[in-house]
């Protein structure tokens, strides 16, 4: 069903850990829309847990639009999945999030650092990259232009025609055997350029969302830098923030504990 794991004494609660796995492979497309899901008693049999906890991963993905119940018949994945909007959560969750988009690849390149302002700031100017330029589009609209840098070296283990089948994170985690250890992720906005007029169907000078994304391995080399141009009304953001648990929050739920005590306890008098 699943090789990923579950950390069942971590900070992470284990339901929303489920949920994470369940989400990422309906984003990948390992179940398509409308396609049946395992019933609670073989998650729970998978994963090790109660049903309660299962149950509690999915009404989750059912209040993010991602999936439906039906009682009876079971759980299944929506005729559209919420793509728009996504929960970032880790990783994986920022290698996946395009994937439910359909991508459209204009061009692919071999370019010098150097020749791109953006990418000579994260890279060495003299490194060689493979460039791709990537269209995506939400139903029938045009959503997005990305520019992604790959270092040659780790591009050219790819094979050329799986540009067009997968995401670019997941194909140098499966070809090159390097994974994602860590991200920076920012957010800005700009004028559009003649660019985002032609390939994003806008006015010049109206606004466009800029994201930037940089992807490290295991070493802290950089492995992917993305650069992406969004019409504002088709990039709707929803961030959901889990607080990690340590030491200090049991000193704080103790603090708590002791002044709700002192509070209920009668007034001497």
């Keep these: 069903m699943t090789d990923a794991k579950i950390f ?3 900070p992470i609660p284990v339901y929303y850990q489920i ?8 984003v990948s497309g390992h179940y398509p829309p409308n396609s049946r899901l395992p019933t609670e008693e073989e998650y729970a049999k998978g994963f090790k847990v109660s049903r309660q906890t299962i149950r509690l991963a999915l009404q989750h993905l059912v209040n993010e639009n991602m999936i439906e119940r ?7 994945v929506c005729a559209k999945p919420n793509a728009q909007t996504w929960l970032a959560r880790d990783i994986d969750d920022f290698i996946n999030e395009s994937v439910a988009c359909r991508r459209e690849i204009l061009s ?3 370019v010098n650092a150097e020749d791109w302002p953006e990418a000579a700031a994260i890279f060495k100017p003299k490194q060689k990259l493979y460039l791709l330029r990537i269209r995506r589009h939400l139903a029938e609209s045009v959503q997005s232009l990305a520019f992604g840098f790959v270092p040659l070296e780790l591009a050219r283990k790819i094979p050329s025609h799986m540009f067009k089948k997968r995401v670019v994170g ?3 985690e499966q070809y090159c055997h390097v994974r994602s250890q860590r991200m920076e992720v920012s957010f800005s906005a700009e004028l559009a350029d003649y660019k985002a007029v032609e390939l994003l169907g806008l006015r010049p000078g109206e606004p466009v ?18 650069r992406s141009l969004y019409r504002p009304d088709r990039r709707p953001q929803r961030l959901e923030l889990l607080r990690r648990t340590g030491p ?5 739920m103790e603090a708590f504990a002791l ?8 007034g001497v008098g």
């Design 209 to 226: 969302v800029v994201f930037e994304r940089i992807a490290f391995g295991n070493d802290d080399s950089v492995i992917q830098f993305t």
């Design 70 to 76: 039906h009682a009876g018949r079971g759980s299944f």
């Design 259 to 266: 002044r709700d005590i002192a509070v209920s306890e009668p």
């Design 108 to 110: 692919k390149e071999i």
């Design 170 to 172: 997941q194909l140098i």
């Design 8 to 10: 069942k004494r971590g």
């Design 19 to 26: 949920m994470q796995i369940i989400r990422s492979q309906i």
């Design 248 to 252: 200090e929050d049991q000193r704080f």
